[in-house]
């Protein structure tokens, strides 16, 4: 499948699973900045020619001029030997390290970097020469010249000081071997971020210190870096574009998850708000549900006026009956008024009468002249009066009329005396009635007083409106819950997709490497190992005479071993697959002797000795104590050596 | 008009001209004492018959004399309900109140109690004597005696002799006439009592609060 093809394939393979458009996923993709790298570039060599530097060495107040130079190097086994420690092996694999990764002054001790003066690292590249060039006077400056065959030469880079010097030879190596940056999501007091690796990290794989704790490189796999770097060195295809895709997925994670973070605290906050509104509202609705005071109010108005109604009622009847009864009681009170002064002038008269009768006329009361003996005496005879010849005596019963006016008085007296008692009484009825309707009429008034006045009620109502609307408001805020980021999901099938295609690749060159790391070991001297497997996490869980364990739990000898033999397996199988991009270039430091005893270096360096001549291009470079097991391997025109108690430079 | 209330009302004329007459010296027809005038003998009358007038004038008295008897008497017309029970409404004529009396002082003449004078000129009115003879005071102890219902007459004849004073029918017809209410009643028309006045005059002289009750 053609590069092209494979791309192809890719992308429509992510489509489909996202059920997106094409130029959506290329969209997404270029925002993201991953990169389709379905191939790896051709495996390219590096190899050292020639170190020298110079300076002045000033030790216990002595100067001495520096000069070491290391010329004619090639492919294979190269040694640093001396008769002790302490002489300067580690220095001469630091300058070249500090050269190749550009940060010399970081590389190199600080007492033995103020020393230096040049330093010139010739190297190739695939058949191409190039010469760096450092002056270390105040400051660090320097060149990077290519040179022709034909004895052309060509300045790549110049440097006036570290900073140029690094990105000089950042921007070099990253070039000529194809790399790319690749980037890894980290995570830091709880913050996340993506960071692209380079150079710095790349280069340190080439060089094993004394640092055993991961089996590529010298940071912790924690990091996820010596995964990268084990991708990167095998030359995966697709290892960039899955770096580039997992880094931007976990980035939109941690901004989605941020993100639902913020929404879910805001959610909570806004629906706690609620709750508490509820709670208030549910208890203002019962407190309103149980004052009710209106309706009782209004049942208790019409009460009032209804009692205050038939009082009013009532005080008007008793009204009425008492005009009735006090005209009846006057009307009684004229009739004995009328009866005792019939009755006095019946007996005044009666008496009246008496007196007069029992007086004869003397003489006419017309003419005054006297009445003549013939008529009285006729009158007496004939009870015809004597003047005037009416009839004397009354037969007019005085007895009886008497008897009949006395009747009448008593009769009226006593008529006078019931309506004087019904007019008393129902004027205490009336007296009662007043205070009746005076006291519904007080009550009436205070239960309309009650109803105009603003009540616990319409304050309850008031409340409960506002808390009703400020529920209504905070409900329409409720943050909904983001749907996953579509970002989100298109990243996960390009990471799918991507790893599956790398893994692919991935899982073959494991097992191949595995063998490899099984047989270098053994010949390392590791005799009792039985199996070693190295998987794409970088774990290497191994079985030594029977027994599975890991390479965390192995001796510093054994993991040095192990180690190296990782990095061999890798060059080997990448070149053997024609994918590998290791640099080609490995350098062992003198391991600490109370570490690695002598004899796991003698079994090292044997080992190295036969697999450097396997594999063709590749330069090895140690540092060691020497012994007569290891000068027997190595020649003294591959080494450079100081013997007794001399110093290398 | 029957023959009883010509004897009711010559038993008052009677007391009237009784207490009010004057024994004389010059007796033309045997006379123990003479009553002046037909128009004293009326203004006489009204006080008889119109009680609250009376009392009117008693208090008008107390209030010149400051005799709380005055007062007194005044208050027992009212306490015995006098203005009703005893009024016998006069009719108003020219100056004064006036009613004929001739049917009882018929009843008096023919029972040789009393004699129509002689008329003469008083005050250039025409006016006439009564001669009251020894047998109409006799009368008069024998009824007080005898017809206890009829004291009244006496006393109150006495009481308007109190009044009266020995003031001529004249000086008495224009005291009356004073009287807004008497004053102000249409030629003819009935003598109207003045009852609620003189009652709210005498509340305020008894100090007690006008419209209470005097019983």
Not at chain 1, 326 to 351: G, P, Q, Y
Request: glycine content about 6%; overall charge neutral; aromatic content about 6%.
């Amino acid at each position: 499948m053609s590069q092209k093809s494979a791309i192809k394939d890719w992308i429509s393979a992510i489509a489909e699973n996202a059920k997106l458009d094409v130029s959506k996923v290329e969209d997404i993709l270029a925002e993201y900045r991953i990169e389709a790298m379905p191939v790896a570039s051709t495996p390219k060599h590096l190899l050292l020619n020639r170190l020298r530097f110079t300076g002045t060495k000033i030790i216990a107040g002595v100067e001495s001029p520096i000069d070491f130079h290391w010329d004619k190097l090639g492919v294979g086994l190269w040694a640093i030997l001396s008769g002790e420690n302490f002489r300067g092996k580690s220095t001469i694999i630091q300058v070249i390290r500090g050269c190749l990764r550009g940060n010399l002054s970081q590389s190199v001790q600080a007492d033995v970097f103020a020393w230096l003066r040049t330093v010139d690292l010739d190297f190739q590249i695939d058949e191409q020469d190039f010469q760096l060039r450092l002056h270390l006077d105040d400051s660090l400056s320097g060149t990077l010249t290519r040179h022709y065959d034909s004895g052309r030469t060509r300045k790549v880079h110049s440097f006036e000081d570290e900073e140029e010097f690094e990105a000089a030879m950042s921007n070099f190596f990253m070039k000529h071997f194809d790399f790319d940056k690749f980037a890894v999501y980290r995570t830091q007091d709880e913050k996340g971020a993506t960071v692209l690796h380079g150079w710095p990290a790349l280069s340190a794989a080439m060089f094993i210190g004394t640092n055993y704790g991961t089996i590529i490189g010298e940071l912790s796999p924690v990091s996820g870096i010596p995964v990268r770097l084990l991708q990167m060195f095998l030359g995966i295809p697709w290892v960039t574009t899955l770096a580039s895709a997992s880094a931007a997925l976990k980035e939109e994670q941690r901004k989605q998850s941020a993100s639902d973070q913020l929404n879910n605290d805001a959610k909570e906050f806004t629906e706690r708000r609620l709750n508490e509104l509820r709670d208030s509202l549910a208890e203002k609705q019962s407190q309103l549900a149980k004052t009710n005071e209106t309706k009782q109010l209004q049942a208790s108005l019409v009460a009032c006026s209804e009692s205050l109604q038939e009082a009013a009622n009532r005080e008007i009847d008793v009204r009425r009956r008492i005009r009735q009864a006090t005209i009846d009681h006057e009307d009684a009170k004229i009739a004995v008024d009328e009866d005792r002064k019939a009755l006095r002038s019946h007996e005044e008269e009666s008496s009246a009468q008496t007196v007069f009768r029992a007086l004869d006329p003397k003489n006419c009361p017309r003419c005054e002249s006297s009445i003549s003996r013939t008529r009285k005496l006729n009158e007496q005879s004939s009870n015809c009066c004597s003047v005037c010849g009416g009839r004397v005596h009354s037969d007019i019963d005085e007895a009886e009329i008497k008897r009949q006016l006395s009747s009448n008085l008593y009769a009226s007296k006593k008529a006078q005396v019931e309506a004087s008692k019904c007019l008393k009484e129902l004027n205490i009825k009336l007296d009662e009635i007043k205070q009746t309707v005076a006291s519904a009429s007080s009550q009436q008034q205070k239960v309309a007083r009650q109803m105009t006045r603003p009540t616990r009620r319409s304050g309850l109502l008031t409340e409960v409106a506002e808390l009703n609307a400020r529920i209504d408001e905070l409900t329409k805020t409720i943050p909904v819950a983001s749907t996953k980021s579509t970002n989100v999901q298109v990243l996960k099938i390009i990471e799918n997709e991507t790893r599956a295609r790398m893994k692919e690749h991935q899982d073959n060159l494991l097992e191949l490497i595995s063998a490899r790391i099984l047989d270098y070991a053994r010949r390392f001297g590791m005799t009792q190992l039985d199996s070693a497997k190295l998987l794409g996490n970088l774990n290497l869980p191994v079985v030594k005479s029977g027994s599975a364990t890991s390479y965390g739990q192995l001796t510093a000898g054994e993991k040095l071993r192990l180690k190296i033999a990782t990095l061999l397996a890798l060059v080997i199988v990448g070149e053997e697959q024609n994918v590998g991009r290791y640099p080609g270039v490995l350098a062992i430091d003198s391991p600490a002797a109370q570490e690695v005893a002598l004899k796991d270096l003698e079994q090292i360096i044997s080992g190295l000795s036969e697999i450097a001549k396997e594999i063709g291009h590749l330069q090895v470079i140690v540092g060691s104590r020497s012994s007569p097991a290891i000068c027997e391997q190595i020649s003294e025109a591959r080494s450079v050596q100081a013997m007794g108690t001399d110093y290398l430079w | 008009m029957t023959h009883r209330t010509y004897f009711i009302e010559a038993i008052r004329l009677l007391f009237v001209l009784t207490v009010g007459s004057e024994t004389t010296r010059i007796k033309t027809r045997g006379e123990a004492a003479v009553f002046s005038g037909e128009t004293r003998l009326n203004a006489w009358d009204f006080w008889m018959r119109y009680p609250d007038y009376l009392a009117d004038e008693l208090i008008e008295r107390y209030d010149v004399t400051g005799e709380d008897d005055m007062l007194a008497k005044a208050e027992k017309i009212f306490v015995d309900n006098e203005p009703d029970q005893r009024r016998l409404v006069m009719i108003r004529y020219r100056f004064g109140a006036y009613e004929k009396h001739d049917d009882a002082l018929a009843v008096l003449v023919s029972r040789g109690l009393i004699g129509i004078g002689g008329r003469k000129d008083v005050d250039r009115i025409r006016e006439t004597d009564f001669l009251i003879f020894k047998e109409a005071f006799d009368l008069c102890s024998q009824i007080v005696k005898d017809e206890p219902v009829l004291i009244w007459y006496r006393d109150r004849a006495e009481l308007v002799h109190l009044i009266a004073d020995h003031r001529s029918g004249y000086a008495l017809k224009k005291r009356q006439y004073e009287r807004i209410e008497y004053a102000t009643t249409l030629l003819g028309g009935e003598i109207p009592s003045i009852e609620a006045d003189v009652k709210m005059r005498l509340e305020q002289r008894l100090k007690r609060p006008v419209g209470g009750s005097a019983a």
